[in-house]
């Protein structure tokens, strides 16, 4: 029973709680947006999926199935699911490099990944993934995306183009006097209806006009131009037999790197998408939730063969400004794609490669975060760092290698940070002392009595602070008062140190207080290491003032025992 609770805490799709008050005005709303945004997704999944490396319908089985998933299963009212660009280098990638084949084996993997995380209660943790490093790795990909698409913008004659994202530019100005003119004439005039088209309205995507002008005019003047069908051939008008992939230990020791990859960029994308959709219908999305119908999607669009899938935002963000308020409004995009894809999907062979190539290079643009780009360099230093080093590392080597030195280079600079907020101070020396002077309260420091303050956090990148500060000792004081006032959690290495301290102190008949020990973890740490019980629960005290005044009392037991000695 305890177990059901606890699933029941963890996965709540919103479905569920949405459909308790459903009405037929809001059903009304959510049927156009769902409309709307299948239009808008009709382009973008195929295009994705050509970018990715991989056949167009695959895109479209993609949108279908983890479209509708996402949208059922869901922690968020309004997100619509789907292949994205933030896929397209690490499809790519996998594809160069394990086939299509250990494409479909990475993305079921990464969704029972998916799976395990959401009900982890892991959620809430990827969140705090650093701006820098998500602007970083999101602007690389733009313009990777940006550089997949050189080829078929300008029509180039070339064979394959290279992965590596310097030998590919070497590889379009070689071939650049085999540019089409009617290729870069469709592409440009693309974009341009793309960014054009919203002053006229918005409630029919620009890029589906763009598509059927280009294409139409492609037709009617009989222009020298690839097409998805002359590159791919007739797009299935039917979704293919489920059938689950095969898994051994070698392939999933082979593609558990890639597939963590894609593990992670969803979870991420996806409770981004939903906290940008919060922000827009003023909701509360369920980030645990949200990663078990995120990797179930991806589960089942493997088995249908499709790519990986997870939240979009510009088409979740279309859904919310059409009026989609429930995870209807997602199941109703899914579907419509599912019917153009029936009845009207073999036209799509029509459709000019430099054409989707020019909503590409929209999408690559509307990825590129370039004023968030340029805000952080003009921000910190070790932000600029890390989004530098992981958009460099992105474009240059690999999205798998940028997200773990990301990382890795932002929890160093966290924690340099901390150590520079970390000091311990001597706030006395061997004198009867004025506190005031010191810059703590006025409080009266009896001769023999040593006080250092630590502040900030007491863990291994500052524990050598503390050791350094307790060499200023010159003579071994009777009293050593340790204020613990400002420190708010302590590591195994603070532990080690305070127990060094302890035993020299011990080794050198000096007393040893604790003050202000406020902290319940620290506390709980020195409790745990039974440093309260040998240091004495009377010589860790509450306030300053007790600290003080328990000086004065070892003082004076100190001294009655040194005459006690003297008269024997």
């Known amino acids: 029973m305890k177990v059901l609770t606890n699933i029941k805490e963890i996965f709540r799709p919103k479905l569920w709680d949405t459909l308790k008050n459903y009405d037929r005005q809001q059903l009304t709303k959510d049927v156009m947006a769902g409309l709307i945004v299948g239009v808008v997704a009709l ?52 594809v160069q490099t394990h086939g299509v084949n250990g494409l479909i084996i990475a993305t079921f993997m990464a969704g029972v990944m998916l799976i395990i995380m959401g009900f982890a209660r892991l959620g809430a943790i990827i969140k705090f993934i650093p701006h820098p490093l998500i602007v970083g790795f999101t602007s690389g990909i733009a313009l990777i995306i940006f550089s997949s698409q050189m080829k078929d913008f300008f029509g180039l004659e070339m064979g394959a183009v290279p992965a590596d994202f310097l030998d590919k ?48 005019a492609m037709q009617l003047l009989h222009l020298p131009v690839e097409t998805i069908g002359s590159k791919f051939g007739n797009i299935p008008s039917s979704l293919p037999s489920p059938a689950i992939p095969h898994l051994d230990f070698a392939t999933i020791k082979t593609l558990v790197q890639p597939a963590f990859t894609i593990a992670l960029l969803g979870g991420i ?9 919060d922000g827009m219908i003023g909701g509360n999305h369920r980030s645990n939730t949200e990663l078990v119908a995120q990797g179930t999607a991806n589960i089942f669009s493997s088995i249908f063969g499709g790519i990986p899938a997870t939240g979009a935002i510009a088409r979740t963000a279309t859904n919310v400004k059409n009026g989609g308020r429930t995870p209807v409004a997602g199941i109703i995009h899914a579907v419509v794609l599912l019917l153009i894809m029936l009845f009207i999907g073999k036209w799509a062979a029509w459709i000019p490669m430099a054409t989707l190539a020019g909503i ?24 600029m760092a890390i989004l530098l080093t992981t958009f460099f590392l992105t474009v240059l080597i690999d999205l798998t290698v940028a997200i ?45 009595v040593e006080v250092f303050e630590i502040t900030g956090p007491l863990f291994f990148g500052a524990a050598y602070k503390f050791k350094d500060a ?44 604790l003050s202000e020990v406020h902290s319940k973890q620290v506390i709980q740490e020195l409790r745990s290491a039974r440093l309260l019980f040998a240091i004495g629960k009377a010589n860790v005290t509450d306030s300053f003032t007790e600290a003080i005044d328990r000086s004065v009392i070892i003082l004076k037991e100190q001294t009655e025992e040194q005459e006690r000695k003297g008269q024997n």
């Open 43 to 94: 382009p973008l999944a195929i295009a994705f999926a050509i970018a990715s490396g991989v056949s167009p319908e695959k895109g479209l089985y993609t949108a279908v199935i983890a479209g509708f998933i996402i949208s059922a299963l869901g922690g968020s009212r309004v997100q619509i699911g789907g292949p994205t660009g933030a896929f397209i280098v690490i499809v790519y990638g996998i």
């Open 169 to 216: 530019w070497v590889g379009y100005f070689q071939a650049f006097r085999s540019i089409n003119i009617y290729a870069v004439l469709i592409a440009v005039a693309t974009v341009a209806i793309i960014l054009l088209w919203p002053k006229i309205t918005h409630k029919i995507p620009g890029s589906l006009i763009a598509i059927l002008a280009t294409t139409a």
């Open 269 to 277: 994308e996806s409770l981004l998408s939903a906290v940008v959709a």
């Open 360 to 383: 590409l290079v929209v999408v690559a643009y509307n990825m590129s975060e370039w004023e968030s780009f340029v805000s952080i360099l003009r921000g910190p230093k070790n932000d």
């Open 404 to 448: 773990e030195i990301g990382m890795l280079l932002a929890a160093v600079l966290f924690m340099r940070k901390m150590i520079q907020f970390s000091g311990v101070n001597l706030l006395t020396s061997d004198k009867e002392t004025n506190g005031k002077e010191d810059g703590f309260e006025n409080y009266s420091i009896p001769r023999g």
């Open 470 to 513: 307790m060499k200023f000792i010159e003579k071994p004081p009777k009293v050593l008062v340790i204020r613990m006032k400002q420190v708010p959690i302590i590591d195994a290495t603070g532990i080690k140190t305070l127990e060094e301290v302890y035993k020299e102190c011990k080794r050198r008949e000096t007393k040893l207080i």
